[in-house]
């Protein structure tokens, strides 16, 4: 490297052997202080760098301001958690409450926004939209085919825990598996069929019953965490 002071411009040579895996100060850069590191050099014995942990990203529906529904394999064994309430956002810590049993759905708890009233959808709707947030983040809808259980859809990386809904707008469950994103045409997963829990049974696996409107009646999530807790109490007694 080439060192030029206010006095004299200098060739410099590291002392150590290797290939310079980094360069931290870049070339013309002006006032740089003695002892600075402008550079890292990576030998045969330099220890090998860690591999940074993989993300994982998931689509969460927002059941009430603090508690958020998503596909539970999804984000399962992950160390740190954030929620993002919209693109652009400060991220917001989450944390597990419980995993619904039987239903492949997880809530987590977090201040991720407005919680709207959900009303079920009934089961002879015509077309179905599925709203998902993209690996991006941003929020995207594809149509959905809903037979024998399935929804046929075009599911993309970050979409596990995406919300069905019909044309009104009422909730007709949530998909609880990941996205198959090895099948790829043009980058993009194409629609394929995936397992959902259905609006009824997501309400009531999360205690939020649905009222004579069909609106679900929002808690908290110290509330939901507070009934698992009695139901672990009930089933060991």
Same mark, same amino acid.
């Given at each position: 490297a080439?060192?030029?002071t206010d006095k004299a411009t200098m060739e410099f040579e590291a002392v150590d052997e290797g290939t310079i895996s980094r360069i931290l100060v870049p070339g013309g850069t002006d006032g740089v202080k003695v002892g600075t590191v402008i550079a890292l050099i990576e030998s045969e014995d330099s220890p090998a760098e860690a591999p940074k942990p993989a993300q994982r990203r998931a689509t969460?529906?927002?059941? /009430?301001p603090? @508690?958020?529904? $998503? +596909?539970?394999? /999804?984000?399962?064994?992950?160390?740190?958690?954030? /929620?993002?309430?919209e693109p652009g956002a =400060?991220? #917001? +810590? /989450?944390?597990l409450v419980k995993a619904l049993d039987g239903t492949g759905l997880a809530v987590y708890s977090a201040r991720a926004g407005k919680a709207l009233p959900v009303r079920i959808a009934g089961e002879k709707a015509a077309s179905w939209v599925m709203v998902q947030r993209d690996g991006?983040?941003?929020l995207a809808a594809s149509a959905a085919v809903i037979v024998?259980?399935?929804? $046929? *859809?075009?599911?993309q990386e970050g979409g596990a825990g995406a919300a069905l809904f019909d044309r009104s707008g009422a909730l007709a469950g949530v998909?609880?598996? =990941? =996205? @198959? $994103?090895?099948?790829? #045409?043009?980058? @993009? #997963?194409? +629609?394929?069929?995936?397992?959902? *829990?259905p609006a009824a049974d997501v309400l009531k696996a999360a205690g939020l019953p649905a009222g004579s409107a069909g609106e679900g009646a929002a808690k908290s999530s110290a509330e939901i965490g507070r009934a698992s807790?009695?139901?672990? #109490?009930s089933n060991c007694v």
């Open positions: 080439e060192i030029e969460g529906l927002v059941l /009430a603090d @508690v958020i529904l $998503t +596909a539970e394999a /999804a984000l399962k064994g992950c160390a740190e958690i954030a /929620a993002l309430p =400060p991220r #917001v +810590a /989450a944390k991006e983040g941003d024998n259980g399935k929804a $046929t *859809t075009s599911l998909i609880n598996a =990941p =996205p @198959v $994103t090895k099948f790829r #045409v043009a980058g @993009v #997963v194409p +629609a394929l069929g995936y397992g959902f *829990t807790c009695r139901e672990r #109490v």
